[in-house]
Nanobody, 124 residues
Framework: QVQLVESGGGLVQAGGSLRLSCTAS????????MGWFRQGPGKEREFVAA????????YATDSVTGRFTISRDNDKNTVHLQINSLKPEDTAVYSC?????????????????WGQGTQVTVSS
């Protein structure tokens, strides 16, 4: 089993920045990728970004490219999501997830473990 704990959410003004973190524990050797998803009010859950543990490759959805950056602290099994130039439409619950299958995915059904989520609220 893998446990994921997120931190770093909060209330921020438009144009501001936040850094979300997700720390994995348990059978971390089984993780091949970790990703971030978000679900805004009245919206479906959407993929944000992911990082491969093997090659370190990253992928982010077009709507956040240039503003969001995903990275990893290898020694701490921690993944970060740096969010810059926040917009009110970025308001959502952000959840991290861990994937066991080897191929990095943007589909939430292909992630095996989930954190509890952290709220990000952007005021205009």
């Amino acid at each position: 089993q893998v446990q994921l704990v997120e931190s770093g959410g909060g209330l921020v003004q438009a144009g501001g920045s936040l850094r979300l973190s997700c720390t994995a524990s348990g059978r971390t050797s089984s993780i091949n990728a970790m990703g971030w998803f978000r679900q805004g009010p009245g919206k479906e859950r959407e993929f944000v970004a992911a990082i491969s543990f093997g090659g370190g490759g990253t992928y982010a959805t077009d709507s956040v490219t240039g503003r969001f950056t995903i990275s990893r602290d290898n020694d701490k099994n921690t993944v970060h999501l740096q969010i810059n130039s926040l917009k009110p439409e970025d308001t959502a619950v952000y959840s991290c997830a861990a994937q066991i299958r080897p191929r990095l995915s943007t589909r939430y059904l292909e992630y095996d473990y989930w954190g509890q989520g952290t709220q990000v609220t952007v005021s205009s």
